[in-house]
């Protein structure tokens, strides 16, 4: 009997990769729903989900020795002497959080909190502000705005339906991908250069570290939140362009829509 050839694999795993996929549980309180979607050493974020005029109370401790930032998906609060609407930011340094721990609202509202260690040039004015360095993908019909981006980062990505970007991987970032709304599906390539697809929805997370090649595309038009360490051009290493077909996107839209 012939002997069997011995499969080695290199670098990651899928069995630990799909460890990495998740659904973060999400609590209900009185005045609507709180999410730590996640929460690793460098950086954090959770999802708020509050009612029209309530009073969300937050928990100073959670976020104790971290610069705090709120983003503001949908709806309108108050947060202290500031009001935010869809796309604002305000950024809270190191200490000032518990002084914005009551959030009122004025419509339902998704507020998001991405939180962090504070930088050695650390920032000590309270900063309101908006969303950054929009970058329209005509060639995918898909659109990046920068939340925050200092040592922890934070980003919003859509995806129009049947629109990819390309097949990339980087060196130093390591980033977590919440899914908003929608439905995205992941190609990532792993093991002995094996593809493998993965759909995620609303609520389900995925952590991408450094090294794993990975491409998304829409399913039903997917909104991404993603939390992240620090985030440069120059760490984005293209192994296949964003103009070239996504293999099992155009069947899996197929299936979708029956």
């Known amino acids: 009997?012939?002997?069997?050839?011995?499969?080695?694999?290199?670098?990651?795993?899928?069995?630990?990769?799909e460890k990495q996929i998740s659904k973060?549980?999400?609590?209900?309180?009185?005045?609507?729903?709180?999410?730590?979607?996640?929460?690793?050493?460098?950086?954090?974020?959770d999802q708020i989900i509050i009612g029209q005029r309530?009073?969300?109370?937050?928990?100073?401790?959670?976020?104790?020795?971290?610069?705090?930032?709120?983003y503001?998906?949908?709806?309108?609060?108050?947060?202290?002497?500031y009001n935010l609407v869809p796309e604002d930011t305000l950024f809270l340094p190191l200490g000032a959080f518990p002084n914005y721990s009551n959030i009122e609202t004025r419509k339902d509202s998704i507020l998001y909190v991405f939180f962090g260690w504070p930088q050695k040039d650390r920032e000590k004015t309270i900063k309101k502000a908006t969303t950054f360095d929009i970058r329209h993908k005509d060639y995918a019909e898909n659109s990046i705005e920068t939340i925050i981006n200092r040592d922890f980062t934070g980003k919003k990505i859509f995806f129009k339906t049947g629109n990819h970007?390309?097949?990339?991987?980087?060196?130093?970032?390591?980033?977590?991908?919440?899914?908003?709304?929608?439905?995205?599906?992941?190609?990532?390539?792993?093991?002995?250069?094996?593809d493998r697809y993965y759909v995620l929805e609303p609520g389900q997370t995925i952590k991408i570290t450094p090294g794993l090649m990975h491409q998304?595309?829409?399913?039903?038009?997917?909104?991404?939140?993603?939390?992240?360490?620090?985030?440069?051009?120059s760490d984005s290493f293209i192994v296949e362009s964003e103009f070239a077909e996504m293999p099992e996107l155009k069947e899996r839209i197929k299936i979708n829509n029956n």
């Open 1 to 17: 009997m012939p002997q069997q050839k011995q499969l080695y694999k290199y670098g990651y795993s899928f069995d630990d990769i």
């Open 24 to 45: 973060p549980e999400r609590q209900e309180k009185p005045w609507g729903y709180f999410c730590r979607a996640v929460n690793e050493e460098i950086y954090g974020m």
């Open 54 to 70: 309530k009073i969300a109370i937050l928990d100073s401790k959670d976020y104790q020795g971290r610069e705090v930032l709120f």
């Open 72 to 81: 503001l998906e949908s709806g309108e609060i108050q947060a202290g002497a």
């Open 165 to 194: 970007h390309g097949l990339h991987f980087h060196c130093k970032k390591t980033e977590t991908y919440f899914m908003h709304s929608g439905k995205l599906l992941l190609r990532l390539r792993a093991d002995n250069a094996e």
């Open 216 to 233: 998304a595309a829409g399913l039903d038009n997917p909104v991404i939140i993603e939390s992240s360490t620090h985030d440069e051009d």
